[in-house]
């Protein structure tokens, strides 16, 4: 079992940048692929930024590249996601997720992530 909990979400101008941070509780969270998602009201959840288990690999949503980065620390047991430039339409509540992956793999489907947050929500008004 994973547990994962969000912070550092909050209200920001179109143009400004927040840092996420997801803290797991794992033995092994160096086996993990970690995960970020959004979802926004009336929206599905959808797919924002992967970082594989060794922290080499990454990927992101076409809306969002160039502007967020993930990263993360397995020796804190934490991953981040940094958001810059940000825009009205990045309004959303935001979930950190965690699966068990092969090394480079970087999962961009739901699905395919057996933990979850609770989420963080992140307003960016015009």
């Known amino acids: 079992q994973v547990q994962l909990v969000e912070s550092g979400g909050g209200l920001v101008q179109a143009g400004g940048s927040l840092r996420l941070s997801c803290a797991a509780s794992?033995?092994?969270?160096?086996?993990?692929?970690m995960g970020w998602f959004r979802q926004a009201p009336g929206k599905e959840r959808e797919f924002v930024a992967a970082?594989?288990?060794?922290?080499?690999?990454?990927t992101y949503a076409d809306s969002v590249q160039g502007r967020f980065t993930i990263s993360r620390d397995n020796d804190k047991n934490t991953v981040w996601l940094e958001m810059n430039s940000l825009k009205p339409e990045d309004t959303a509540v935001y979930f950190c997720?965690?699966?068990?992956?092969?090394?480079?793999?970087?999962?961009?489907?739901?699905?395919?992530?057996?933990?979850w947050g609770q989420g963080t929500q992140v307003t960016v008004s015009s």
């Open positions: 997720a965690a699966t068990i992956q092969s090394r480079w793999s970087t999962p961009r489907g739901s699905a395919e992530y057996a933990f």
């Open positions: 794992a033995s092994s969270f160096s086996s993990y692929a």
């Open positions: 970082i594989n288990r060794g922290g080499g690999v990454t």
